[in-house]
């Protein structure tokens, strides 16, 4: 409390004098300041950028409320992580102690005049606590990802996605799972390859604590427009499947991801749009070397619906910053 900390500034001061009859308890006097709210001002204006910046400046600025209120509306901002934040970055820089000295000495040119009154010399001085060291933070730079479903089936399939601010970020994938069984009956090879770009409309940054470091990117609430398309070949034994077709597909995506882990995140997301597939069935011979092409089943096929659903991995991976006083974000 502000309190406590005056009153240890008075006892270093006493403990540190070389003359207790100069310096002694009643000559100073301590007046401590309960919360410094146009400090906290001064501070978030300077460097807080958050989704709630806005919101969070004008709870502040509001001179009609009382100090009482700002701090409850504060802490119903985002379930208590903004108050929390404010604390944990800011707070510990407005703990400060100020000292104030003031001593007199007699003019000596003025030695018959200090006679009868006495002439003082006001000199302040303001003795400031050591600044706090600086901060550093992580911030994910990447999000490197595996789609579980397609990995469930054989697909071997990779993504890497890039923030490209608070709210906005790029992701690419790649599916190439191509295999072929020994005896030719079984096949599954499928190259393809997309983007998306996503906007980030409710991002939720992880809590910072002791133990795990606050993640600014890639979690929470997405929407996505994706493009994709790519070359497949499937044969299931002669009977089903044996198709050969290529892919072109756009749509959107919705998809949320969250932290399990230290290092670990899971993403959830479905996409809906357009695919046009042109399509071609084959009949393998009965040695499974030559494949036939049935002239009667090729075509074109238009379709609107569902086409990608993730339950995917991700990695993240983070760079380490370091914010001086005056330049931290």
């Known amino acids: 409390m502000s309190s406590e900390r005056a009153k240890t500034a008075k006892r270093f001061l006493l403990q540190h004098s070389p003359d207790s009859s100069k310096l002694n308890s009643d000559k100073i006097k301590i007046s401590p300041l309960a919360e410094n709210w146009s400090g906290l001002t001064e501070l978030v204006e300077a460097r807080y950028h958050r989704h709630d910046r806005n919101k969070v400046l004008k709870i502040l600025k509001d001179r009609s409320i009382g100090d009482e209120t700002r701090k409850w509306r504060l ?133 910072e604590t002791r133990d795990s470091k606050q993640r600014d990117a890639l979690m929470g609430h997405f929407l996505g427009l994706n493009a994709w398309g790519g070359k497949a070949d499937i044969q299931a034994n002669r009977n089903f499947g044996c198709y050969q077709f290529d892919f072109m597909s756009a749509g959107l995506t919705y998809g949320y991801a969250m932290p399990v882990g230290k290092y670990l995140n899971m993403e959830f997301s479905l996409s809906i749009g357009y695919a046009r597939i042109p399509y071609q069935h084959y009949i393998p011979t009965e040695d499974w070397q030559i494949l036939i092409r049935d002239k009667n089943e090729a075509g074109t096929l238009h379709y609107l619906g569902p086409t990608k659903a993730e339950i995917s991995l991700v990695i993240p991976i983070r760079a380490t910053l370091r914010h001086d006083k005056k330049n931290r974000k």
Not at 125 to 132: D, F, N, V
Not at 158 to 179: D, G, Q, R, T
Request: charged fraction near 20%; include cysteine; glycine fraction near 4%.
């Open 75 to 207: 802490q119903r901002l985002d379930n208590g992580y903004t108050w929390k934040y404010l604390i944990r970055r800011y707070m510990p820089e407005l703990r400060a102690a100020t000292w104030i000295c003031v001593w007199a000495e007699v003019i000596p040119s003025l030695e018959k005049i200090a006679r009868f009154t006495d002439t003082l010399t006001v000199r302040p001085t303001t003795i400031s606590l050591p600044e706090p060291e600086p901060v550093k933070s992580q911030r994910t730079i990447m999000g490197l990802k595996t789609n579980l479903l397609l990995d469930a089936a054989t697909m071997l399939n990779f993504a890497v996605e890039v923030p490209i601010n608070k709210h906005f970020s790029f992701l690419y994938e790649h599916h190439c799972p191509w295999w072929l069984s020994k005896n030719n009956r079984y096949c599954l090879q499928f190259l393809s390859f997309g983007g998306e770009l996503r906007w980030w409309f409710a991002p939720r940054p992880r809590q």
